[in-house]
């Protein structure tokens, strides 16, 4: 019924009138900020009103969505807990045996573990069930209108112009996510530009409707980050009672072999391999939670999301629909006796003092707690790792 009066009051409208909900500030925007932009870049007019055409207000939407990315405003443990799922399993190892032609293939070529592809397959778009159906020019317009990823936004907007350029895509059924991610695994513009391929080799690079292209593009992204056909991304480890926990974060690389000298041993008890692989040792969720001892692999999967979270979702989906089992170790509470200003605080003092946290946003990380023991090992405190009152008083008084 909405949609019959929708379509009865446009058709109502005088010919030639903005719709009732367009916004002149945004659409003086499109007009004036991003045209001369887009102008510079080498696009014609035409292409520009193509692109923009019924884009008239920015998506709110959007706006809140780029606000609460749950990857980097949850705990660790909470978006496990929503990402890898039985269903999430059972249907990436459904998807393991139906493509396990294309997978070997893919995966002899480019030397990334089939695991990995599925898990990030899975994480992004439900193996291909959830693209994303916003407009990219719309999610765009609207992050470079307003929002803390203007800069982003004026990026990818180029590099999607060229998408369109190519015909690869047409402007009315240009979709992705709220940041402009397409596709089965979600590539931004410039990934697309940078990494896409064409594995059917039909003369286009269709990662919105082909599987095959999208996952060799994906393969191509992390070949290119770094990844490694020798070492997977990580394990769940176990520290000895007296490890030395100044050593954990990601500037205390060593080899596996050498961590295993030190007594880290694999959580599950079974042999590490890829002896000579550089790693560190990762406290997702302080030293209190699960550990893990993740290789360079693991910051390829980071180069395509920043988020430790995200990394070791794909990971451990990877993981699980290979076969293995779950996280050992129990996650701990994350209910510390600070306010959220207390926590943006203590990541601002933090950084002030050479500790990087990772930013300042309240929400405690991998990154925040390696700053934590960092800082503790630095100050003379017992490296505990865990934030405080009683922690945030001491570096005040510090002068950070």
């Known amino acids: 019924m909405f949609k019959r009066l929708l379509a009865t009051f446009i058709l109502l409208a005088p010919l030639g009138a903005a719709p009732a909900w367009a916004d002149a500030k945004f659409e003086a925007f499109i007009e004036k ?12 007019r035409q292409l520009f009103d193509q692109a923009f055409a019924g884009i008239t ?48 293939a893919i995966e002899k070529k480019y030397g990334v573990d089939r695991h990995i592809l599925l898990g990030i397959w899975g994480m992004e778009s ?25 800069n982003y936004a004026n990026e990818q907007l180029i590099a999607a112009f060229r998408i369109l350029k190519r015909g690869v895509v047409k402007a009315d059924n240009f979709t992705g996510s709220w940041a402009a991610a397409m596709g089965h695994t979600q590539f931004i513009p410039t990934s697309y530009i940078s990494y896409a391929v064409d594995w059917t080799g039909d003369g286009v690079k269709d990662i919105w409707n082909s599987k095959e292209d ?41 080899t596996v072999a050498e961590w295993q000298k030190l007594g880290v041993v694999r959580a599950d008890g079974a042999k590490f391999g890829s002896p000579q692989a550089d790693a560190f040792v990762m406290v997702p969720q302080g030293v209190a939670g699960p550990r893990f001892l993740v290789t360079r692999n693991f910051l390829a999967i980071m180069d395509y999301n920043l988020s430790h979270s995200y990394a070791l979702a794909v990971g451990h989906l990877g993981d699980r629909i290979r076969g293995k089992g779950p996280i050992i170790a129990s996650w701990p509470s994350v209910d510390f006796d600070l306010s959220f200003e207390q926590r943006v605080d203590l990541q601002r003092r ?51």
């Open 33 to 44: 900020s991003l045209w001369p932009k887009v102008k510079a870049a080498g696009f014609s």
């Open 57 to 104: 207000d920015p998506d709110p939407a959007v706006l809140k969505l780029a606000g609460n990315q749950p990857e980097f405003t949850s705990t660790t443990s909470d978006y496990l807990a929503k990402a890898v799922t039985p269903i999430r399993i059972e249907t990436g190892q459904a998807k393991k045996a139906d493509e396990a032609k294309l997978l070997a």
């Open 126 to 150: 439900n193996f291909g069930k959830d693209k994303g159906s916003m407009s990219v020019m719309r999610s765009l317009a609207t992050l470079a209108y307003s929002g803390r990823k203007k």
């Open 214 to 254: 999208a996952l060799a593009s994906t393969a191509n992204y992390l070949a290119k980050a770094g990844w490694k056909a020798d070492r997977p991304w990580g394990w769940e480890v176990t520290l000895p009672e007296d490890f030395n926990k100044s050593l954990i974060g990601r500037s205390k690389w060593r």
């Open 350 to 400: 933090l950084i002030a003092k050479g500790f990087e946290t990772g930013g300042t946003d309240g929400r405690f990380g991998a990154r925040t707690y390696e700053a934590i023991i960092a800082y503790q090992k630095s100050a003379g405190l017992p490296l505990n790792g865990v934030p405080s009152v009683k922690l945030l008083q001491h570096i005040s008084k510090a002068g950070g």
